[in-house]
Protein backbone atom coordinates (compact mmCIF):
# COMPACT_ATOMS: atom_id res chain seq x y z
CA UNK A 1 0.00 0.00 0.00
CA UNK A 2 2.02 3.39 -0.93
CA UNK A 3 0.68 6.54 -2.55
CA UNK A 4 1.61 10.40 -1.98
CA UNK A 5 -0.42 12.70 0.08
CA UNK A 6 -1.13 15.57 -1.57
CA UNK A 7 -1.23 18.75 0.07
CA UNK A 8 -5.28 18.63 0.63
CA UNK A 9 -4.83 15.36 1.98
CA UNK A 10 -2.85 16.49 4.77
CA UNK A 11 -5.07 19.44 5.36
CA UNK A 12 -7.96 16.95 5.59
CA UNK A 13 -6.03 14.77 8.18
CA UNK A 14 -5.26 17.78 10.19
CA UNK A 15 -8.52 18.89 10.08
CA UNK A 16 -10.21 15.61 11.18
CA UNK A 17 -7.91 15.12 14.17
CA UNK A 18 -8.64 18.89 14.91
CA UNK A 19 -12.27 17.96 15.14
CA UNK A 20 -12.66 14.79 16.36
CA UNK A 21 -9.87 16.38 19.70
CA UNK A 22 -13.04 17.99 21.25
CA UNK A 23 -14.81 15.16 21.56
CA UNK A 24 -12.21 13.65 23.93
CA UNK A 25 -11.89 16.52 25.80
CA UNK A 26 -11.54 15.01 29.55
CA UNK A 27 -11.36 10.87 28.53
CA UNK A 28 -9.75 10.30 25.17
CA UNK A 29 -8.93 6.76 25.48
CA UNK A 30 -10.40 5.29 23.11
CA UNK A 31 -13.93 7.04 22.74
CA UNK A 32 -12.89 8.61 18.96
CA UNK A 33 -11.65 5.02 17.87
CA UNK A 34 -14.70 4.53 15.76
CA UNK A 35 -15.00 7.85 13.61
CA UNK A 36 -11.03 7.30 13.30
CA UNK A 37 -11.49 4.18 12.27
CA UNK A 38 -14.21 5.11 9.89
CA UNK A 39 -12.09 8.15 8.05
CA UNK A 40 -8.78 5.97 7.79
CA UNK A 41 -9.83 2.93 6.90
CA UNK A 42 -13.55 3.23 5.47
CA UNK A 43 -14.01 6.69 3.60
CA UNK A 44 -9.61 7.23 2.57
CA UNK A 45 -8.59 3.81 2.71
CA UNK A 46 -5.48 5.21 4.07
CA UNK A 47 -5.20 2.11 6.58
CA UNK A 48 -5.99 -1.70 6.76
CA UNK A 49 -8.03 -3.16 9.22
CA UNK A 50 -5.42 -4.81 10.60
CA UNK A 51 -3.09 -1.92 10.83
CA UNK A 52 -5.58 0.13 12.65
CA UNK A 53 -6.54 -2.32 14.98
CA UNK A 54 -2.66 -3.45 15.66
CA UNK A 55 -2.36 0.62 16.27
CA UNK A 56 -4.63 0.02 19.29
CA UNK A 57 -3.60 -3.02 20.30
CA UNK A 58 0.31 -1.83 20.50
CA UNK A 59 -0.38 1.12 22.35
CA UNK A 60 -2.91 -0.15 25.22
CA UNK A 61 -0.35 -2.57 25.97
CA UNK A 62 2.54 -0.11 26.06
CA UNK A 63 3.65 2.10 29.03
CA UNK A 64 2.48 5.55 28.69
CA UNK A 65 -0.53 7.61 27.59
CA UNK A 66 -3.52 5.92 25.94
CA UNK A 67 -3.46 8.04 22.91
CA UNK A 68 -0.59 6.79 21.72
CA UNK A 69 -2.82 5.11 19.49
CA UNK A 70 -2.94 8.45 17.52
CA UNK A 71 1.05 8.70 16.86
CA UNK A 72 0.96 4.79 15.63
CA UNK A 73 -2.20 5.65 13.43
CA UNK A 74 -0.41 8.96 12.29
CA UNK A 75 2.97 6.66 11.72
CA UNK A 76 1.02 4.09 9.78
CA UNK A 77 -0.34 6.27 7.62
CA UNK A 78 2.96 8.28 6.42
CA UNK A 79 4.59 4.48 6.32
CA UNK A 80 2.06 3.95 3.37
CA UNK A 81 2.16 6.84 1.72
CA UNK A 82 5.56 8.27 1.82
CA UNK A 83 7.89 6.46 3.93
CA UNK A 84 10.36 7.15 6.89
CA UNK A 85 10.29 10.71 7.11
CA UNK A 86 6.18 10.76 5.56
CA UNK A 87 5.40 8.40 8.84
CA UNK A 88 7.38 11.25 11.29
CA UNK A 89 5.74 13.92 10.06
CA UNK A 90 2.29 11.99 9.86
CA UNK A 91 2.61 10.94 13.33
CA UNK A 92 3.76 14.70 14.66
CA UNK A 93 0.71 15.59 11.99
CA UNK A 94 -1.75 13.62 13.98
CA UNK A 95 -0.64 13.78 17.15
CA UNK A 96 -0.56 17.61 17.44
CA UNK A 97 -3.64 18.07 15.94
CA UNK A 98 -5.27 15.70 18.60
CA UNK A 99 -4.31 16.94 21.50
CA UNK A 100 -3.76 20.54 21.29
CA UNK A 101 -7.33 21.27 21.07
CA UNK A 102 -8.96 19.59 23.79
CA UNK A 103 -5.80 20.31 26.07
CA UNK A 104 -6.39 24.00 26.03
CA UNK A 105 -10.37 23.12 26.22
CA UNK A 106 -9.76 21.07 28.88
CA UNK A 107 -7.47 23.40 30.79
CA UNK A 108 -10.34 26.42 30.73
CA UNK A 109 -12.59 24.28 30.87
CA UNK A 110 -11.09 23.02 34.79
CA UNK A 111 -10.24 25.62 35.90
CA UNK A 112 -13.55 27.50 35.59
CA UNK A 113 -15.05 24.12 36.46
CA UNK A 114 -12.62 23.94 39.84
CA UNK A 115 -14.43 27.61 40.55
CA UNK A 116 -17.90 26.64 40.25
CA UNK A 117 -17.54 22.92 40.76
CA UNK A 118 -20.33 23.62 43.61
CA UNK A 119 -23.18 24.90 41.01
CA UNK A 120 -26.33 22.53 40.28
CA UNK A 121 -25.50 23.16 36.50
CA UNK A 122 -21.27 21.63 36.80
CA UNK A 123 -22.98 18.56 38.94
CA UNK A 124 -25.67 17.93 36.22
CA UNK A 125 -23.21 18.04 33.44
CA UNK A 126 -20.54 15.80 35.02
CA UNK A 127 -23.34 13.53 35.21
CA UNK A 128 -24.55 13.22 31.90
CA UNK A 129 -20.89 12.69 30.22
CA UNK A 130 -20.53 9.56 32.03
CA UNK A 131 -23.09 7.17 30.30
CA UNK A 132 -22.07 9.23 26.79
CA UNK A 133 -18.54 8.07 27.69
CA UNK A 134 -19.54 4.75 28.19
CA UNK A 135 -21.66 4.47 25.44
CA UNK A 136 -18.61 5.42 23.14
CA UNK A 137 -16.12 2.97 24.85
CA UNK A 138 -18.38 0.16 24.12
CA UNK A 139 -18.79 1.32 20.46
CA UNK A 140 -15.09 1.33 20.32
CA UNK A 141 -15.07 -2.48 22.12
CA UNK A 142 -17.82 -3.38 19.31
CA UNK A 143 -15.27 -2.27 16.41
CA UNK A 144 -12.86 -3.95 17.55
CA UNK A 145 -14.45 -7.36 17.90
CA UNK A 146 -15.99 -6.64 14.28
CA UNK A 147 -13.40 -8.76 12.44
CA UNK A 148 -14.51 -11.82 14.89
CA UNK A 149 -17.98 -11.43 13.89
CA UNK A 150 -18.43 -15.66 13.03
CA UNK A 151 -19.85 -16.59 16.59
CA UNK A 152 -19.87 -20.43 15.62
CA UNK A 153 -15.75 -19.76 14.98
CA UNK A 154 -15.20 -17.32 17.78
CA UNK A 155 -17.27 -17.79 20.17
CA UNK A 156 -14.35 -18.40 22.84
CA UNK A 157 -13.28 -14.72 21.83
CA UNK A 158 -16.74 -13.48 22.69
CA UNK A 159 -17.12 -15.49 25.75
CA UNK A 160 -14.02 -13.99 27.04
CA UNK A 161 -14.28 -10.47 26.18
CA UNK A 162 -17.96 -10.43 28.02
CA UNK A 163 -15.87 -12.31 31.32
CA UNK A 164 -13.47 -10.10 30.82
CA UNK A 165 -16.06 -7.07 30.77
CA UNK A 166 -17.83 -8.44 33.60
CA UNK A 167 -15.07 -8.80 36.28
CA UNK A 168 -13.90 -5.45 35.47
CA UNK A 169 -16.81 -4.01 35.97
CA UNK A 170 -17.62 -6.18 39.29
CA UNK A 171 -14.69 -6.60 40.66
CA UNK A 172 -11.30 -4.88 41.59
CA UNK A 173 -8.73 -7.10 39.60
CA UNK A 174 -6.27 -5.08 38.17
CA UNK A 175 -6.49 -4.91 34.18
CA UNK A 176 -2.53 -5.92 33.69
CA UNK A 177 -3.84 -9.30 35.55
CA UNK A 178 -6.26 -9.27 32.59
CA UNK A 179 -4.33 -8.88 30.51
CA UNK A 180 -1.65 -11.35 31.18
CA UNK A 181 -4.89 -13.83 31.02
CA UNK A 182 -5.74 -12.96 27.68
CA UNK A 183 -1.96 -13.34 26.72
CA UNK A 184 -1.71 -16.68 28.29
CA UNK A 185 -4.74 -18.10 26.52
CA UNK A 186 -3.53 -16.98 23.40
CA UNK A 187 -0.07 -18.52 23.74
CA UNK A 188 -1.68 -21.22 24.49
CA UNK A 189 -3.86 -21.39 21.07
CA UNK A 190 -7.07 -21.59 23.37
CA UNK A 191 -8.49 -18.27 22.11
Given at each position: ???QLTLSDWWYLVWH ?175
Amino acid sequence: MSWQLTLSDWWYLVWHFLSLSLLTVGSGVLIVAPQIHTFLVNNKHWLTEMQFNSSITLAQTAPGPNMLYIALLGWNVGINASGWIGAFVAMMTSLLSMLLPSSIVTLAATRWAHKNRRKRIIRAFKAGMSPISTALLIATGWLLMRPYSDMQSDWPLWCTTAITALLVWHTRIHLLLLLAAGAVLGALNIL
